[in-house]
């Protein structure tokens, strides 16, 4: 049984901003007892690979889960309509594989203690 | 002296992503042991307050430090100029206050631990 991380970004004309979420992405992927056999990353626009292509780039992988990440801040139209459009065609190519999206950043509970923890760097 | 933590989000036109951001700025003006005194918002666009509108309260209301938090995932545009743009002319109307800018929240180092634990969510 593997299990795919697939951190879905809004994607950026600028490569520099794209290139952040994959140094992210590398960052977790360093990470010890991870829950996940693979880190990857996919984006709604602007830059490569689409959500449906990493999606799928997953499942021929191997990936008999898939855990998507919506890296957003609000939930927003992306969020809420877009990102599961996208989901959903791969989702029904490959019903034996578990596609599931995570709540997206901006809902992550530890966030206001990190924004707090900000201001004690100065 | 007063210390103003003052949250900088992009701004929506749905209501319900600018009140995300404001109950996120509740969150942390409820936490124990702040280094701020208090915890306000200000919007680059799209909702209100401005930039300057919310650095500028702040002032009024007696704070001689503003740090700005900015609640952006990328460093693009927004972060790299237009934040600094806004807050420029309010610093120099009040010299003697300190307002300096924070890393954007994409820099947070705890974000691949924050999202590496999503993934044992399920």
């Known amino acids: 049984m593997m299990k795919s991380l697939l951190i879905v970004a809004h994607g950026s004309r600028r490569e ?5 979420v994959r140094k ?5 992927r360093s990470m010890q ?12 626009e602007l830059a490569e690979p689409s959500i ?3 999606l799928e780039a997953c499942i021929q992988r191997g990936a ?9 801040l609000a939930a ?12 959903g065609p791969v989702q029904e190519k490959y019903p ?10 901006g809902m992550a509970t ?3 203690a990190l924004i707090a923890a900000s201001t004690l760097q100065k």
Request: charged residues 20%; negative net charge; aromatic residues 6%.
């Open 52 to 54: 449906p292509a990493g």
């Open 16 to 20: 520099s901003s794209n290139e952040e």
């Open 110 to 112: 530890e966030l206001p």
């Open 33 to 44: 007892d991870l829950a996940v056999d693979e880190v990857t990353t996919a984006f709604l």
């Open 76 to 87: 927003g139209r992306h969020v809420v309509e877009d990102i599961p459009a996208e989901i």
């Open 24 to 28: 992210l992405a590398e960052q977790i």
């Open 64 to 72: 008999s889960e898939v855990l998507v990440f919506p890296y957003f």
């Open 96 to 105: 034996a594989v578990r596609v599931s999206i995570a709540p997206h950043l």
